[in-house]
């Protein structure tokens, strides 16, 4: 078995909180943002539970983030999410200055960061993060289809 490598400690992170959405009965998409290798901020999907369609994981972890360092400029981070972001949330990044994306599975019916779109990378927009998909993406993928295939 090869050591974990970095990204993929902080992507298991991001499952364990996906499990919090599932538990919740939300799509079991998990997030967190890292800046110097500490956590600064977690969330996972609760629009259902919270009432408010912004509260994707993406964006509740980088609330939380925005929170912790005081300030809405999140330069030097790198967000972790289980699923590839939306366009929403590929805006919100590009609006706090996320440096890197890491991604598990890809989202191919919403995807921003490559499947549908591409606006994480766009030259269009005013800030450009890094992308990295499909770590751990086979057990992102799984969650999200386990989840899915019970509702059916």
């Known amino acids: 078995m ?21 538990q919740a ?16 901020g977690e969330g996972w ?10 509260a994707h994981a993406e964006i509740v972890a ?3 983030a925005a929170a912790h360092i005081k300030n809405y400029r999140l330069a030097d ?7 590839e972001p939306c366009a929403m949330c590929a805006g919100a990044i590009v609006q706090a200055r996320v440096a890197r994306v890491v991604y598990g599975a890809a989202d191919p019916k919403a995807g921003a960061a490559g499947s549908v779109f ?14 990295t ?8 993928r799984q969650g999200l289809k386990a989840f899915f295939q019970a509702r059916r």
Do not use: W
């Not at 591409?118 to 992308?131: G, I, W």
């Open 2 to 22: 090869k050591p974990e490598t970095h990204d993929e400690v902080f992507m298991g992170r991001a499952l364990d909180l996906a499990r919090h959405a599932e």
């Open 25 to 40: 009965g939300e799509v079991p998409v998990g997030a967190l943002v890292v800046l110097n290798d500490e956590v600064i």
């Open 45 to 54: 999907n609760q629009p259902i539970v919270s009432h408010d369609p912004t």
């Open 62 to 64: 980088l609330r939380a």
């Open 77 to 83: 981070t790198i967000l972790y999410v289980t699923l």
């Open 118 to 131: 591409n606006l994480l990378e766009s030259a269009s927009l005013n800030h450009r993060a890094q992308v």
């Open 133 to 140: 998909g499909g770590v751990l993406a086979e057990d992102c």
